[in-house]
């Protein structure tokens, strides 16, 4: 999938300010990730973290690891004036691609129940929810959604 005026790169150190902005657009303050967070991911061999951007300018990010034969979706994020025009989808394929290039043979992922735009984007891309996270999000019930993983009820 490309998107217009969009490249999708990996991470770099000097991108973590920009990240940490759009953590605190698009999730509660409880929930939003630290600069610790993108500080280990980066540093995990068997990690990932791509950005999204726009004439120079992060919009977006995704980030994964992957566990065993699983490929863990940690977070996507775009920044809300740059949502809706496929960012999401993309960045989630390309993660999906390096995922799948450090081992991965399935995927999953967590998200809130009542965050219809993400559970949208996930189910076009072909996951299906495995089952109800009681209290996953400090409260909040979550879906673990999976893709091509046959053994945990998909």
Not at 53 to 61: C, I, K, L, N
């Amino acid at each position: 999938m490309a998107v217009a005026g969009i490249e999708v790169r990996v991470f770099k150190e000097q991108d973590i300010p920009a990240l940490l902005e759009i953590e605190r657009e698009c999730f509660p303050p409880d929930l939003a990730y630290d600069r610790a967070v993108f500080e280990e991911l980066s540093t995990m061999s068997n990690g990932v973290i791509l950005v999204a951007e726009v004439g120079g300018r992060v919009v977006g990010y995704a980030a994964g690891v992957v566990e065993g034969s699983y490929g863990h979706v940690v977070s996507i994020a775009v920044a809300p004036s740059w949502q809706g025009r496929g960012i999401g989808s993309l960045l989630l394929e390309k993660l999906e691609e390096k995922l799948r290039g450090l081992g991965a043979a399935c995927f999953v992922l967590e998200v809130a129940v009542d965050n219809e735009r993400a559970i949208r984007l996930y189910t076009k891309r072909g996951y299906r929810v495995a089952r109800v996270l009681k209290g996953y999000y400090g409260g909040r019930d979550g879906f673990l959604m999976v893709k091509g993983c046959l053994y945990l009820n998909e």
